[in-house]
């Protein structure tokens, strides 16, 4: 049975990823369908429950409005389609048009309705850029002007109320303000949030990076493995060849260069094998030989890089090791080698309690502007002076915080950043058998 073909995506629609906004076609149309249920239950029960004489035709004509945007919608779109950017602008404006109409027909800003034409640029603060948002709000702030000056009287019973023109623009400043800080406020969390969404995305494609490194190594050792045996016979029979043709002075020549290029391939493969068995992960590794295991990618550094620990480069504390820790620490050295001007250190200690590593560089520091706000996403083009966004150390405060550690950020009395990690003991070390007690470096 063939499959059927896949519709054609309409333009106006793309998948998105979610650090991305965006509007899901489904949710929008199911909420248009609730605002137009809600719209026709209103006007039935004020114009025949209540008896309030609506203009009927235009009425419904409005509310029909709202009904073929949706049925198009349906029609051109899929379900699972998202809107962003002018499609959705445009859903939102004529939402605000269609709100708008009705309030004209209906008692413009004395209506109590009124306060719906707040809900089209809140959403638009959620899902659009400031300058989208900025022009729906003076749409908005247009539309009503508009309604405050002219819009039909809502029909009173015995010669209706009529209220001074400064309840009017009480009315039209209160909507008005309300306007621009919903939109203004839903926009700054919005934006916050699609930041942060976009930084962990960042930091899951980390993760994923560092585990396909650690299975391209294994899968190095398995096929250095797997070729060692053929190239082996290859060997014996090149050795064979060489013995009976080598002086051959037409084909001895090539002979040699064919046991030479055989050797040269076996070395080949033992290197292979052998820095993939080293770059094996292990579970459970001292704290030292961990933190020599984050500088050594990095080298040959621009600057040195002084490991100073109270431990022996074989002993230590054992912890548990991991991706998240390997990549949050390579994050940290990799900010500080960036930036320092002659060293980078990088020391350890330990109590009955916790363990802690601190990494100090000797450049500019950290902008003191900048300390408070440092492990959140993209704090600025100026971030260290120098264009960088500051996403690096959110994504190594992210992983290191998932096992367990707490970071502090400060700027060494000499100068320099220094960033202090802590772990309590029992949340990344290792428990081992008793052994000789170890020297420890104070809190």
Known sequence: MTPEPTPARPRGARPLGLDRPGVQVRTLIRIRWAATLGQLATTLVVGLGFGFPIPWWPVLAAVAAGVSLNLGLIWLYRAQDRLDGASAFWNLAFDLFQISVLLFLTGGLLNPFALWLLVPVTISATLLSLRATALLVLIALGLLTLLWQRALPLPWEDGGIHFPPLYHLGIFMAIGLGMVFLSAYAWQISAQARRRQAALVATQAALERESRMGALGSLAAAAAHELGGPLGTITLI??????????????????????QEVARARDILERIAARAEAEDPFPEVPLPALLREVVEPFEPTRVP????????????????????????????????????????????????QELWVTIVDDGPGFPEELLPRLGEPFLGPSFSGSGSTGLGIFIATTLLERTGARLAFSNAPEGGARVEIRWARADIEVATPAKEERPWTPA
């Open 305 to 352: 890089v002084a490991i100073d620990v109270p431990w022996p480069p074989r002993g230590g504390p054992v912890v548990r090791r991991s991706p998240e820790l390997l990549h949050g620490l390579g994050n940290l050295v990799s900010n500080a080698l960036r930036h320092a001007q002659s060293v980078v250190r990088i020391s350890g200690g330990e109590s009955p």
């Open 238 to 259: 090149a050795r064979d060849l060489e013995e009976a043709l080598g002086n051959d002075p037409a084909i001895g020549p090539d002979v040699r260069l064919l046991a």
